[in-house]
């Protein structure tokens, strides 16, 4: 039987979602609220991680031995690492890794040790449905749910969904030189956000299918501190709310 875990980092990645919930019990747990309940009738677990990768590694095992989760999604924002993905586009995670993982010269850079990867692949099926929803939140909601005056303050046009490979560290990249950083030694990241790779890496390790959907909300730059707050404020919560609805329906 199918129970879902539903992770975001902030309220705002996430609103909505409680209220939508049936038959409902909070559980405190780890400083955490895990509400549990039903989704859209789908057995579901909502938490906020807060930020950053232990606080996420430490929720996510919580879900999965606590909560008996069978799957687990991750809805967020992140920072655009890539000329071609702008704000308000999409990004799935295909792999990710976290790019301040460094223990060279015992291991090779990025690698997190014993496990023998630097790259954590997300479900398949799980990413294509989330890659799906995502679609499906452009084409049928995202007219009504926007408002064009929001459009035009971030200058979001026609949004895309990509899939690919994301990096995670402890680090909000604010500056053209950290976001460089990771770019040079990275291939092809197409987002950069400070959650992801470590939910990979757990449920890489309980054998956890999950995927990852994350919202741009800024360019990783020195705008990002603007850009970022304004995105939560105003949008982020529309787009989870949406995207994972249609999750749901799939
Ligand atoms: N999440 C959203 N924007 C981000 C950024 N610029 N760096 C890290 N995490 C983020």
């Known amino acids: 039987k199918i129970k879902i875990g539903v992770i ?8 909505g979602l409680v209220e939508q919930m049936q038959d409902v019990i909070t559980i405190q747990r780890g400083m955490r609220d895990y509400v549990s309940g039903y989704l859209w009738g789908i057995e579901s677990v909502c938490v906020l991680s807060r930020i950053g990768k232990v606080a996420v590694a430490a929720t996510t095992a919580t879900l999965i031995e606590r909560f008996g989760v069978t799957h687990i999604i991750f809805t967020g924002v992140a920072g655009a690492a890539a000329r071609k993905v702008r704000i308000g586009d999409i990004v799935v995670a295909n792999q990710l890794v976290q790019h301040d993982m460094d ?20 479900d398949k099926q799980l990413s294509n449905l989330m890659s799906k929803a995502a679609r499906q939140f452009i084409n049928e909601d995202f007219a009504a749910k926007i408002t064009e005056q929001c459009r035009q303050e971030f200058y979001i046009d026609r949004p895309v969904v990509h899939q690919g490979l994301i990096a995670s560290g402890d680090q ?17 990241v197409l987002a950069v956000e400070m959650e992801g790779a470590a939910v990979a890496q757990v449920c890489f390790e309980f054998g956890v299918p999950f995927a990852i959907v ?9 705008d990002s501190p603007v850009d970022f707050v304004q995105f939560l404020e105003k949008i982020a ?3 989870a709310y949406g995207i994972v609805r249609q999750f749901y329906s799939l």
């Not at 015992?106 to 692949?121: A, K, N, Q």
């Open 103 to 122: 223990a060279s010269p015992l291991f090779p850079r990025f690698e997190v040790p014993l496990t023998g990867l630097s790259h954590f692949f997300s």
């Open 237 to 239: 919560a529309c787009y």
């Open 8 to 15: 975001s980092a902030l309220h705002e990645e996430q609103a």
């Open 172 to 188: 909000f990249i604010s500056t053209a030189i950290g976001l460089d950083q990771i770019n040079n030694n990275l291939a092809d």
């Open 214 to 222: 994350r919202t741009i909300s800024d360019n990783a730059n020195q």
